[in-house]
């Protein structure tokens, strides 16, 4: 098993910057990918970046350039840096482990950008 707990959402102005923490305990070990979802009202829950054990990423078109997703292996913790917000980014922003057999999800961050 493994356990995830998100931390760091907040209120933020347009333009302001956020950093997302998503901190695991548990196996891990039997981790692979560790990635960032957000979810708007009334919308589905979409892949913001992605981050693998080789150390390789994928973002999200809306959040390339704005968005830089790393880890410290040491903390056992993946971050998701925000810059240069928008009001779209508004959603809860859940963080997910995938193992070869299970997925993992965090309790979620709520995010709000409005001035």
């Known amino acids: 098993q493994v356990q995830l707990v998100e931390s760091g959402g907040g209120l933020v102005q347009p333009g302001g910057s956020l950093r997302l923490s998503c901190a695991a305990s548990?196996?891990?070990?039997?981790?692979?990918?560790t990635g960032w979802y957000r979810q708007a009202p009334g919308k589905q829950r979409e892949l913001v970046a992605v981050?693998?054990?080789?150390?390789?990423?994928n973002y999200a078109d809306s959040v390339k350039g704005r968005f830089t997703i790393s880890r410290d292996n040491a903390k056992n913790t993946v971050y998701l840096q925000m810059d240069s917000l928008k009001p779209e980014d508004t959603a809860v922003y859940y963080c997910?482990?995938?193992?070869?057999?299970?997925?993992?999800w965090g309790q979620g961050t709520q995010v709000t950008v409005s001035s």
């Open positions: 548990g196996n891990i070990a039997s981790i692979w990918a």
């Open positions: 981050i693998r054990s080789g150390g390789s990423t």
């Open positions: 997910n482990a995938m193992s070869l057999t299970n997925s993992y």
